[in-house]
């Protein structure tokens, strides 16, 4: 069972998220908070997933991912925005963040959302990726992607594929007949071979690099 919390500096899209993922059986609410208290009671409660604000005053989103990335257990943190709110995203993806979800999300997909990031998956609501690709053509990654990937084996590809396509690594050891511990070697390994610290970050480069292209 996800344990998850909810920072973010207004009360009513706290308690509208936690209301969401309560209602399920298979997801724990284990706090929320504002930005100000978030590092504190994520060291308290240990919870596996953060859904994390970007903006928020006093301390905002990436002050937090920032402190969060120090520590050797991390919880995996996806980041919570409203649509346009882009500026931030990059920043965000070489914090490591694991994904970017538009506050207004379909209450019917947030659980979905918040069990594929648990698993190991990417998430990018469909109205925040072509920003985030857009924001990375400026950053000059064109020709490192391809360079990048080409230093890949064979099968990390083939993983780096699936990881683009948001799926998960018990999704990515079935399709490929593997383990899930291996598979998490695998996109270790891409991850560091790629430099970059999310799985968002290996999706974007994978497209940039023109390897997704015909792929279903």
Known sequence: MPRVMIVDDEALIRSGFELILSAVDDIEVVA????????????????????????????????????????????????????????????????GAAGFLLKDTDPEQLPYMVRSLAAGGLVLSEKISPKVIAGYLDDGFDQAAIGSVGALTNRETEVLRSLARGRSNGEIAATLYSSVGTVKDQVSSILAKLSVKSRVEAAIIAQRAGILDGDA
Do not use: N
């Open 32 to 95: 929320t908070c504002d930005g100000v208290s978030a590092v504190h009671l994520i060291a308290e409660h240990q919870p596996d997933v953060v859904l994390l604000d970007i903006r928020m005053p006093g301390k905002d989103g990436l002050a937090v991912l920032a402190e969060l990335q120090k520590s050797a257990s991390s919880p995996i943190v996806a980041m919570l925005t409203t649509f346009g709110a882009d500026e931030y995203v990059a920043s965000a993806l070489r914090l």
